[in-house]
């Protein structure tokens, strides 16, 4: 079916001549020329991160190829953000086990849990 999703998803965005086709995997993705996941997770952090105190650490985890640019984003220790004073700090977290970028990974969603759940109850103890 992927070919016949690829078609439907080219004759949509024919009425979006700014959108774009990024194959994912067992995706199409449509997204506006020139925008990833990379771009729009630093916009986001753009506007989220005290722009004086840049001590926010984003997590980006992902299981697709799209991913990669999100990892890549967040992991650039040199990327200049508009509206922040530092570069954002980060980690990506691969699920699965295939060739990434990402510093990290799990095997897979359950690994994503627990992972999580370890996080928050850290962070919970921390601020007792």
């Given amino acids: 079916m992927a070919d016949e999703?690829?078609?439907?998803?080219?004759?949509?965005?024919?009425?979006?001549?700014?959108?774009?086709l990024k194959p994912g995997k067992y995706v199409w993705?449509?997204?506006?020329?020139?925008?990833?996941?990379?771009?729009?997770?630093?916009c986001l952090l753009g506007k989220i991160i005290n722009r004086s105190?840049?001590?926010t650490w984003?997590?980006?985890?992902?299981?697709d190829i799209t991913d990669e640019a999100g990892?890549?984003?967040?992991?650039?220790?040199?990327?200049?953000?508009?509206?922040?004073?530092?570069?954002?700090?980060?980690l990506g977290i691969k699920v699965g086990r295939e060739s990434?970028?990402?510093?990290?990974?799990?095997?897979?969603?359950k690994e994503v849990t627990n992972l999580l759940h370890n996080l928050l109850s850290f962070c919970q103890a921390r601020d007792r």
């Fill in 58 to 63: 984003a997590i980006f985890i992902g299981d």
């Fill in 71 to 90: 990892f890549r984003a967040i992991q650039d220790s040199k990327k200049i953000v508009e509206g922040l004073e530092q570069p954002p700090k980060g």
């Fill in 100 to 109: 990434t970028c990402a510093h990290y990974y799990v095997n897979d969603i």
């Fill in 5 to 20: 999703a690829y078609r439907l998803m080219e004759e949509v965005l024919k009425t979006y001549p700014d959108g774009v």
């Fill in 29 to 42: 993705e449509a997204v506006p020329r020139g925008v990833n996941k990379g771009t729009a997770i630093l």
């Fill in 53 to 55: 105190s840049n001590d």
